[in-house]
């Protein structure tokens, strides 16, 4: 039987752990409102949101972006005109991921 003494050494541990593999880690955020609000089908892990940020990011015109696994969308700022096939070819470059809806917001 484990005494109180072991058992915080263990939960101490276990979080220790978690940190330093990331569970201490925060999401990015953006700066604002978003531009543009993508529904993404087709992701599965905390890879996923990673990869899909990743290659919008590279996208001429997107500033920002933040993807979220448990809502299913990604969220741009964006500086000048992107086009939705931009978009579209971005998330798919990242991985088996479908496009289902691109929602352009007004300005102000």
Not at 16 to 40: M, T, Y
Not at 61 to 87: M, R
């Amino acid at each position: 039987m484990m005494n109180r003494r072991n058992v915080i050494i263990a939960v101490l541990l276990v979080l220790s752990v978690a940190v330093a593999f990331g569970g201490g880690a925060k999401e990015p955020e953006l700066s604002g409102q978003p531009d543009v609000i993508i529904s993404i089908e087709g992701m599965t892990c905390d890879l996923c949101p990673k990869a899909i940020r990743k290659s919008l990011l590279k996208v001429d015109g997107v500033l920002e972006a933040v993807v979220s696994l448990q809502e299913e969308k990604a969220f741009l700022v964006l500086d000048g005109t992107v086009t939705d096939e931009a978009i579209e070819q971005a998330v798919k470059r990242a991985g088996e991921y479908n496009v289902v809806k691109i929602e352009r917001r007004q300005a102000g």
